[in-house]
């Protein structure tokens, strides 16, 4: 699996996600430049979960942005279709099976959650939403496990909005990204094909008819570091 927009073969992604687990957070720190831990906070503001509410943190990997939904009295669950980064996750707890205090790990899959229907106030997903196979079938299952009034917040890597630095940004992306994956030890391969992705993914406004189309409404998005992620959010019609 060499190129992004050929075949997405779910296990082939998880597979490539489990042979990075153990390193992933360390390599995304270093490859956004700490950027990271500023768009994590960004994506729980706007999911902005207060006591009693049920979050599903999707494509959730190791964890490490499920405990910022429980701030405010929430509970969270953390769910990815990557065993390896569940395990990793549930090791980083303290846990010794898939649950950790305070934070459940639930493997799932993004086009069939092990979920009810109407279970979750709101459902996030930060930077996975371009590994899914099906963009559109994943958004429609994330709207029937969300209940009526809730919220969707997606945080993806996009367009950058500023046209002289959108030239160094892609020059970054597929030729030095892969080799600072490699001297931090993760596996090249993987973020080739990270990169590959993030580099065909739609820019905001067509990402944001998508999330429409699924049936979410209210859809709209914010711009972090100049366009390279975007927040989308969405609510189910009541």
Known sequence: MTRAQLDKQPDEVAAMFDRTARRYDLVNDVISLG???????AVAAAVDAGPGELVLDLGAGTGTSTDAFTTLGARAIASDFSLGMLSTGVRRHGGNALSGPGVPFIAGDALRLPFADDAFDAVTISVALRNVHDTARALREMLRVTRPGGRLVVLEFSHVTVGAFDLVYREYLMRLLPKVAT?????????????????DWPDQRTLARTIQDAGWERVAWRNLSMGIVAIHRGF???
Request: hydrophobic share 35%.
């Open 35 to 41: 950027q990271v831990r500023l768009w994590r906070k």
């Open 183 to 199: 001297v931090f030890g993760s596996n090249d391969d993987s973020y080739e094909y990270l990169a590959e992705s993030i580099r």
């Open 236 to 238: 189910k019609p009541a």
